[in-house]
């Protein structure tokens, strides 16, 4: 529980924090619940194929997650946090209201038609599907400025205390940050997509409208109270420096001798002398005459063309986990599956009881859970057994864990699969195969088999590459580390579209019912998931090959149980060429 004295400070401190999470978790609840149905809306509302409305979401998603980094740069950059904040609330809200009113706007949409109802003819025109992009835009944009600045505008309120205190404020902050975050998308998959299951579309999206507004009220309402820092260069900004100015010198000879080059570094650092690898972008850091490249404080007098051997280094470590972070982006294209899995959930038996029935939209929820059970069960119960029994410290090395998550996430396809072969083999033998929306026998429990797996893959490969990148990455890029997933997500997201665009596409051309079909019962969306678990298990393969280049991982986590200097290989590089 988080607990300090608040008016000890006229500005920050706990108070403040209440209104930044409230801000997040409101956010988050409005936007995942209006997301987790919207392919519903797309197909029912719109007349969209199943394939066209995934490909609208596939995008919306990427804009969603990848929205963030550039709100990041802007506001550490130029505006600043606060205003970034506010300027992503106040455009997440008139997306959603936007989007609202094409509920009761008669002339915003088509005309209803069945769920892929094979008679539609109605197409949405192009002002239509030009508002449509215009909200998600909006929503997209909004949720770039709230994401990217939340969590670090939350920890600027407590900058100014500097004790033990503070750092255990600083964790709690952290911890309620996240679960508030998770439990509101939890309640956005299953509260709020019952709404609009049982009360229609203009209820079930006017409120995450009202959601939005109290979040935007929220944030509002403490402005008097924050701790608002300036703006101040970006991350973005010193990568940008140090290519530019290894180009700038792409024409200087390296001397093979380090103590032939007078390298530039930061005062009190203790990297004075660059890595041997990728050496092209040392010559960013080497001073060719001091009198005219330093200023007499030490400082670089154009920092476009002398950077600190720090910051060479710092874009070196970046380089050296990508590829590693792209084994990533296969593994997030099978959790990007939600709407084709809400489209069969959807046409099988949801019923928990004669009369209550779980929302097609809420079975995603169970991904949640599973990934939740999962991570408390490795960290409470398997890693104390396993220490128990071996007599010391245990621990699977994050290499296994992303490697395991990658293998065990082209499993859960491949059960996927099977899955829905079964449910199409049924519905064709219950001769509803001619009907789109019809609902088989088969129970729709059937799923959580995947979602079971899934949610491992999740707890391992997701939390592993978090872990990896903040263990990788040197402190000073904490905020790259924390950026890493989510361009990882948004990459995902185009991944995803591209495979369900060629898919549909070459089938087409083979005068074939697309494996995409809008009618689930006559197209192969079991091909769809054969051809993802394919690509997962050669994604395995690549991962293996970026494992063995990347070489141990610090603190010895490359093993089952990892000493503790197996992995300082390449920091000890830098220890022998300090000078």
Request: charged share 15%; proline share 4%; glycine share 8%.
């Amino acid at each position: 529980m988080i607990t300090e004295p608040l008016l000890s400070s006229p500005k920050g401190g706990i108070r403040a924090l209440f209104f930044i999470i409230a801000n997040e978790a409101l956010e988050r609840l409005a936007s995942f619940g209006l997301s987790t149905n919207m392919i519903l809306y797309l197909t029912r509302e719109y007349g969209m194929d199943a394939a066209s409305g995934a490909q609208i979401l596939f995008l919306y998603s990427a804009a969603g997650n990848f929205m963030p980094i550039i709100g990041a740069f802007l506001a550490d950059t130029y505006v600043g946090r606060y205003p970034m904040i506010g300027f992503g609330c106040i455009a997440s809200l008139l997306g959603m209201v936007l989007l609202w009113l094409t509920t009761i706007i008669p002339g915003a949409r088509v005309p209803s038609c069945a769920q892929f109802s094979t008679n539609c003819n109605n197409d949405a025109t192009t002002p239509q599907l030009l508002f449509l992009y215009f909200c998600l835009g909006l929503m997209s944009i909004g949720a770039g400025g709230i994401r990217s600045c939340s969590l670090a505008f939350g920890a600027d309120q407590l900058s100014k205390r500097d004790s033990l205190k503070h750092a255990g404020i600083l964790e709690s902050f952290f911890s309620w940050y996240y679960v508030t975050s998770s439990a509101s998308v939890f309640i956005s998959m299953t509260c709020v997509v019952y709404i609009q299951e049982a009360m229609g579309w203009k209820v079930g999206f006017g409120v995450p409208v009202v959601l939005m507004f109290l979040s935007t009220l929220s944030f509002f309402l403490a402005s008097p109270i924050y701790v608002k820092p300036k703006a101040k260069a970006s991350w973005l900004i010193g990568f940008a420096r140090v290519l530019v100015a290894s180009f700038r010198k792409r024409r200087i000879e390296l001397s093979s001798l380090d103590t032939d080059e007078l390298y530039h570094h930061r005062k009190g650092s203790a990297l004075v002398v660059p890595s041997e690898r990728i050496r092209y972008l040392n010559r960013a850091c080497v001073i060719k005459n001091p009198e005219e490249d330093l200023m007499p404080d030490g400082r670089a007098s154009d920092p476009w063309t002398l950077c600190t051997v720090d910051q060479v280094e710092e874009l070196k470590a970046l380089i050296k986990v990508i590829p590693i972070w792209s084994t990533g982006v296969l593994v997030s294209v099978n959790v990007c599956q939600n709407s084709f899995l809400l489209l069969q959930a959807s046409t099988m038996n949801r019923h928990i009881t004669s009369k209550f029935e779980i929302p097609a939209g809420s079975f995603y929820a169970f991904l949640l859970l599973s990934a939740t059970m999962w991570i408390a069960l490795y960290d409470r119960v398997i890693i104390p057994l396993a220490s128990k029994i071996t007599g010391k410290p245990t621990r699977l090395g994050l290499k296994q864990k992303i490697g395991i998550g990658i293998l065990v996430s082209a499993a859960s396809m491949a059960v996927l699969a099977i899955i829905e072969r079964v449910r199409r083999e049924i519905a064709i033998r219950e001769g509803i195969s001619d009907i789109p929306d019809a609902v088989t026998h088969m129970s729709a429990m059937w799923l959580l088999p995947f979602y079971f797996l899934l949610g491992f893959s999740e707890a391992m490969n997701g939390v592993g590459l978090n872990e990896f990148f903040y263990t990788e990455l040197p402190k000073s890029m904490s905020s790259v580390a924390s950026n890493l997933f989510s361009i990882g997500l948004s990459a995902a997201s185009l991944v995803a579209s591209f495979i369900v665009s060629n898919v549909r596409g070459y089938i087409s051309e083979a005068n074939q019912e697309s494996w995409v079909s809008s009618n689930i019962n006559k197209g192969h969306y079991d091909y769809y998931y054969w051809l993802l678990s394919s690509l997962g298990f050669a994604n395995f393969i690549y991962y293996l090959a970026c494992s063995k280049a990347y070489g141990p991982c610090k603190g010895g986590q490359s093993g089952i149980t990892g000493d503790v200097g197996e992995g300082l290989i390449d920091d000890n590089d830098y220890d022998d060429e300090v000078v």
